[in-house]
């Protein structure tokens, strides 16, 4: 991790949300995590999100919210996970964001209401995401959510 010295709080700060957002993905994608990754990734995910609220702007709020959910949802927590999705659609309806952070946000309610067992809530939710993904400018953000919607237990992304 960086350290901070008197003349850069800012940038520092910055980088400790990079790299405790890379920290968590890194954790996400190993194939066997222990009950102590678990909790290091739940603490990385947070304190990432408290960093960008920090010295981030609102986008970078919201894929704090979507990463904390995300996580939560990997662990099958589904209230927490809905309550970040929750907080991640909030601040792209407050501040007009759309695009990918939007598809990604109706992603993370999608995929916090199957790991409840709510499938028709997690399909209502799928099917807003589809409709996102039109609006996204860039073709690879496109795929990436699409690809994100076909991993979503019980649902395999149908609209």
Known sequence: ?????????????????????NHVWSLMDKAE???DDDAEMVHAAHASCLHWLHVGGPVNAVRGEWQCSRVYAILGRAEPARHHA??????????????FDLAFAYEALARAAAISGDTTEASRWVALAHGACEDIAEADDKELVLADLATIPGLGGAA
Not at 1 to 21: C, G, I, K, N, Y
Not at 94 to 99: E, F, R, V, W
């Open 1 to 21: 991790m960086t350290t901070a010295t008197d003349d850069e709080p800012e940038r520092v700060e910055r980088q400790w949300a990079v790299d405790l957002f």
């Open 33 to 35: 995590r222990t009950a």
């Open 86 to 99: 929750e907080r991640a659609l909030a601040l792209c309806q407050a501040h007009t964001i759309g695009d």
